[in-house]
């Protein structure tokens, strides 16, 4: 009898151990992302030729921005020869892939395909690759996607001062570099870059002589290519510093290299200043 029970014991001892080590595995493969942050295989670009892993349970992609109606082509092959599912997956369908749920645009599984997808909505997109068979396999890929540029941040509520940092942010396909110019209207006022690192987003430093105005825009250019766009009017106020003592002195002055007064008396060692 107690041989009995300590076989049973046992025998549930290394059921657990085998059901932990399952579930530890169904969590790291099923219950994380895996791989689904496609920046590490590839950056955004219009067209591109290249190369992904794709090992049993990892799921790497392809991302590119796109706007409605844009066609994304591709032509892919494995090797070696090997069938695998083709997914094309908009923002939201990719990070279900975290929860083990599949959404999205599905081809027939194939060891290669050539097509075009035409884009349903404007955002991220991803071609994602998935291997059911247990031997790994790599893709290799041509993709062409129709140039995308688009600057989002600073926006119609955006308010800033001058001398002061604004981020910029943007989203492309391209993988280049980017010019930043700043507006007033349709009147160009300075270049905040002339060749910043095109990753998505920059601070910039607003120029210290700028006026007061609601019109100002940002325009986001492609280095090597006509290819631009606008942010929306955005307002830049100078700043300014009021005169609290003595308390004779009611006044608003703008600040500029020199501080002008509107009393010749006055010293800037006899008032206070608030800065807004």
Same mark, same amino acid.
């Given at each position: 009898?107690?041989?009995?029970?300590?076989?049973?014991?046992?025998?549930?001892?290394?059921?657990?151990?085998?059901?932990?080590?399952?579930?530890?595995?169904?969590?790291?493969?099923?219950?994380? %992302?895996?791989?689904?942050?496609?920046?590490?295989?590839?950056? !955004?670009?219009?067209? $591109?030729?290249?190369?992904?892993?794709? %090992?049993?349970?990892?799921? !790497?992609?392809?991302?590119?921005?796109?706007? +409605? $109606?844009?066609?994304?082509?591709?032509?892919?092959?494995?090797?070696?020869?090997?069938?695998?599912?083709?997914?094309? @997956? #908009?923002?939201?369908? &990719?990070?279900?892939?975290?929860?083990?749920?599949?959404?999205?645009?599905?081809?027939? %599984?194939?060891?290669?395909?050539?097509?075009?997808?035409?884009?349903?909505?404007?955002?991220?997109?991803?071609?994602?690759?998935?291997?059911?068979?247990?031997?790994?396999?790599?893709?290799?890929?041509?993709?062409?996607?129709?140039?995308?540029?688009?600057?989002?941040?600073?926006? =119609?509520?955006?308010? *800033?001062?001058?001398?002061?940092?604004?981020?910029?942010? &943007?989203?492309?396909?391209?993988?280049?570099?980017?010019?930043?110019?700043?507006?007033?209207? =349709?009147?160009?006022?300075?270049?905040?870059?002339?060749?910043?690192?095109?990753? $998505?987003?920059?601070?910039?430093?607003?120029?210290?002589?700028?006026? #007061? $105005?609601?019109?100002?825009?940002?325009?986001?250019?492609?280095?090597? =290519?006509? +290819?631009?766009?606008?942010?929306?009017?955005? *307002?830049?106020?100078?700043?300014?510093?009021?005169?609290?003592?003595? @308390?004779?002195?009611?006044?608003?002055?703008?600040?500029?290299?020199?501080? +002008?007064?509107?009393?010749?008396?006055?010293?800037?060692?006899?008032?206070?200043?608030?800065?807004?």
């Amino acid at each position: 009898m107690k041989k009995r029970i300590l076989t049973l014991v046992l025998v549930t001892f290394i059921c657990n151990i085998i059901l932990a080590s399952q579930l530890a595995l169904f969590i790291s493969r099923e219950g994380t %992302p895996r791989n689904n942050n496609s920046a590490s295989h590839n950056n !955004p670009k219009s067209s $591109g030729d290249g190369v992904l892993q794709v %090992p049993r349970g990892s799921y !790497p992609a392809y991302y590119t921005w796109a706007k +409605e $109606g844009d066609i994304i082509s591709f032509q892919w092959y494995t090797n070696p020869a090997s069938t695998v599912d083709f997914w094309i @997956m #908009d923002e939201s369908n &990719w990070q279900r892939i975290s929860y083990g749920i599949f959404t999205g645009y599905r081809y027939p %599984p194939s060891s290669s395909k050539t097509g075009n997808f035409s884009v349903p909505h404007d955002g991220k997109w991803y071609l994602m690759f998935c291997r059911p068979a247990p031997q790994p396999t790599s893709v290799y890929y041509s993709i062409k996607t129709t140039p995308y540029l688009m600057i989002y941040s600073p926006h =119609s509520e955006t308010s *800033t001062y001058t001398d002061s940092s604004l981020t910029v942010s &943007w989203r492309t396909n391209y993988a280049t570099w980017v010019k930043l110019d700043l507006y007033k209207g =349709s009147s160009f006022i300075t270049t905040l870059h002339d060749h910043t690192y095109n990753d $998505g987003s920059v601070s910039i430093q607003i120029p210290w002589n700028c006026s #007061d $105005g609601n019109n100002y825009k940002i325009r986001i250019s492609d280095v090597y =290519s006509d +290819e631009f766009d606008f942010s929306e009017s955005f *307002t830049i106020q100078q700043r300014k510093i009021t005169v609290i003592l003595p @308390m004779e002195i009611n006044s608003n002055y703008r600040i500029s290299k020199n501080i +002008e007064k509107k009393d010749s008396n006055l010293t800037p060692a006899s008032y206070k200043v608030m800065i807004q």
